[in-house]
């Protein structure tokens, strides 16, 4: 176990570059089991949840090859199991994807639960609902997902469906369960996420029929089979993005952050500005600069292109020093307010009720030992000690190693004065 020392009022000055997308890539390698031959995947982040996809293909016998740190090669031709037990998936929640493409490969699976970050009831109810509009026969008990197509030569059947909740994850297990099914899918009231059209568009390379990613409405014609393929290169993360666009306006300073799609921050560049914070945008970066006083404001979640539940907690921090009282609506997932008791210990003004949280400011944030609740959370707490009048340790980063590649260094390279220590609590 690890834990962050990190000495606050450093000025973040210069410039950085954004890896790929944790929400894309961990889709995009579960893909992978769909194809018959090698992908070359690039831009892929080097976190710990990529790692741990990663070692459930090798267990399940996929050759993985790590050409360089963000770019690897998987063939999953030899793949024979459509199993996923416990062990393998309780570390990240992002393991449900296995289902689909275990379903699109074999017409069969059986995954274990999912692990993740706790952030209230986390239900795939929608995935389960649309597996079985495909044809698929399903059995939840002893803590695992048992699937198995009806149709005996394992085949799925495309059909039409809607989604009761707009879900990023129930979106993408459905393509990749359905681009092999015979007929058409419809699938409507899809999340419209960046990464939903990053997943489709892996899927069309490798010879998948899938229209209309990115609206509400995604149209899949399913195809016998699904070829390899020989580079694909993984979109810019908007959420890492987003935390050190914040973790700059945070403490007064200046960076341009390189390597990203700015049309994906659109609602965080324009919450920002609301706030009184300088924007200014290129092709493939932005530059954040803060030179004066934070203005409250009003947040609220929602599924893209909405303000995007995972910059939350950071933007909370950000409105903690704020002149004035705003109000964070968390609109998407059941309860995603744990960090704020951390903050709280350093000096914050939040009150929480239910999904709301009124924040008063400025405050002077105070450095003290504090313990990340999820990946998101600790993100916001690395922002508040940035800021934070003294030093601040924080406990449990293995939450943050989850979503963010080389998060030390890459402060570091801007200014931040952040080192990582073994926790021998
Ligand atoms: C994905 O989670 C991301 N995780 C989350 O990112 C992100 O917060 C979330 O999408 C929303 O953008 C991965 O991609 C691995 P949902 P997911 O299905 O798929 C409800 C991070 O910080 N719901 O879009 O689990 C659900 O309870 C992580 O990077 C159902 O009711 O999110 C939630 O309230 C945290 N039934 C809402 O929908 C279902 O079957 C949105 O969930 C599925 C979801």
Not at 196 to 221: P, Q, Y
């Amino acid at each position: 176990m690890c834990k962050f020392v990190i000495s606050g009022g450093q000025t973040l000055r210069g410039e950085l570059t954004v890896s790929g997308s944790k929400n894309a890539a961990l889709p995009i390698v579960s893909a992978a089991l769909l194809a018959e031959g090698p992908c070359t995947i690039e831009n892929i982040p080097n976190i710990a949840d990529v790692q741990s996809m990663l070692d459930i293909l090798k267990k399940l016998g996929a050759n993985v090859e790590e050409l360089d740190r963000n770019t690897i090669r998987i063939d999953a031709t030899q793949v024979t199991s459509h199993e996923a037990t416990f062990d393998l998936v309780s570390k990240l929640r992002g393991s449900y994807y296995l289902m689909g493409a275990f379903l699109g490969r074999f017409g069969q699976a059986v995954v274990a639960l999912p692990g993740g970050c706790k952030l209230g009831t986390r239900p795939i109810d929608q995935h389960l609902k649309g597996f079985q509009a495909l044809g698929v026969d399903i059995v939840e008990a002893y803590g695992k997902v048992t699937a198995k197509a009806y149709d005996a030569s394992g085949i799925l059947h495309g059909n039409n469906i809607y989604l009761d909740v707009v879900s990023v994850g129930a979106t993408i297990n459905l393509m990749l369960a359905a681009c092999k099914a015979a007929g058409q899918t419809v699938i409507e009231n899809c999340a419209r996420e960046p990464h939903v059209v990053d997943v489709a568009n892996f899927l069309n390379s490798m010879g998948a029929k899938i229209r209309g990613a990115g609206t509400d409405i995604i149209k899949i014609t399913g195809v016998p089979k699904l070829h390899g393929v020989e580079m694909y290169s993984i979109i810019p993360d908007q959420i890492e993005a987003g935390t050190y666009m914040i973790a700059a306006a945070a403490t007064g300073g200046e960076i341009t952050i390189k390597n990203i799609i700015p049309r994906h921050q659109e609602s965080l560049t324009a919450k920002l500005q609301e706030m009184s914070i300088g924007i200014e945008e290129g092709e493939d970066w932005i530059r954040i600069y803060n030179n004066g006083s934070v203005s409250a404001a009003h947040v609220k979640t929602l599924p893209y292109p909405g303000f995007p539940t995972d910059m939350q907690p950071q933007i909370t921090v950000l409105l903690s020093q704020a002149d004035g009282t705003s109000k964070i609506v968390e609109g998407v997932t059941d309860f995603r307010f744990q960090y704020t008791e951390e903050l709280k210990r350093m000096g914050a003004d939040i009150t929480v009720n239910g999904k709301m949280a009124m924040v008063s400011g400025p405050k002077n944030l105070k450095g003290t030992i504090v313990r990340a609740p999820d990946l998101r959370g600790g993100a916001a707490l690395v922002i508040a000690a940035l800021m934070a009048e003294g030093d601040t340790v924080i406990q449990d980063v293995q939450f943050i190693d989850r979503g963010y590649d080389n998060i030390v260094g890459k402060l570091q390279s801007v200014g931040a004065k952040i080192v990582r220590v073994e926790d021998d609590n």
